[in-house]
């Protein structure tokens, strides 16, 4: 009985000691160490806590594919108007056109040169034609043959203006001409060369009247035609 007082005095004294220590011990004991003697068992969990808050915004994905191409939008307003276009930009084109008429002034004076020339030596132009003396004298035949050797036809006035020409070359050497049709070939029919029917006649008074004895045609110094022999000769006068 003796052994059991001092054991009781024993564990008297532990139990002051622990309490002695503010608790703290005690705190930390049942924190770490806690046993069913002591503590007892686990209570059962919580509720479920409130939902939280709601949280950052997440980094941008990745880009998708490219997308089909939209429709053609509607258009623009009208845009403000230009300015005024450059005009330095024309002034070498006015030099130009300027040495450009200074040219063709002296080409023109040229041109009026070789007309008195050619008249002079037998030529002249009608419009885009030209009609040049080939020689003083020669048959109807002759003739066609020494045009046809220069890349020509013997004369063949087409109109009045062409057979004003062929006059003055007539009046200038003093000596009818020889044209370049006939009605050899059907009697009554005159025609050009390349077989057309004359699209302009100028026949003095009473002409044609040779019948199959003139079947060529000579231009007088007045302009008129007579209808004449082939094989007379005459002033050869050809058309380019
Ligand atoms: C006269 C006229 C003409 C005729 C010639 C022939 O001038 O009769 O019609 O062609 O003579 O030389
Ligand atoms: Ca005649």
């Known amino acids: 009985m ?3 007082g001092i ?3 024993l564990m008297l004294g532990l139990s002051l000691t622990v309490a002695s220590e503010k608790g703290t011990f005690e705190c930390e004991f049942r924190k770490n160490t806690c046993n069913i003697v002591s503590c007892g068992l686990p209570g059962r969990d919580g509720n479920q806590g409130p939902k939280g808050e709601k949280g950052d915004q997440g980094r941008p994905g990745k880009a998708g594919p490219t997308g089909i191409k939209g429709d053609l939008g509607s258009m623009g307003p009208k845009g403000p108007k230009g300015e005024k276009g450059e005009i330095r930009e024309l002034i ?5 056109i300027t040495a450009l008429q200074g040219e063709m002034r002296t080409l023109q004076d040229l041109m009026q040169k070789y007309r008195k020339v050619m008249i002079l030596l037998g030529a002249k132009t009608v419009d885009d034609k030209w009609f040049a003396v080939a020689a003083s004298e020669g048959t109807f035949e002759e003739g066609k043959k020494i045009c046809s050797q220069r890349g020509a036809l013997l004369a063949s006035p087409q109109n009045a203006k062409e057979n004003r020409a062929l006059q003055e070359l007539a009046e200038q050497f003093n000596r009818k001409i020889h044209l370049g049709m006939s009605d050899e070939k ?3 029919r005159f025609q050009y060369q390349n077989g057309q029917i004359l ?7 009473g002409e044609p009247n040779g019948g199959r004895n003139e079947n060529c045609i000579e231009l007088y110094t ?6 004449e022999s082939c094989t007379e000769k005459r002033l050869i006068v050809c058309g380019f």
Not at 199 to 204: E, F, K, P, R, V
Not at 222 to 227: M, R
């Open 2 to 4: 003796h052994l059991l």
């Open 7 to 9: 054991f009781q005095f």
């Open 92 to 96: 070498p084109l006015k030099s130009q």
């Open 186 to 188: 059907t009697e009554g």
């Open 199 to 205: 699209s302009y006649t100028n026949w003095a008074n």
């Open 222 to 227: 007045n302009g008129q035609w007579n209808d």
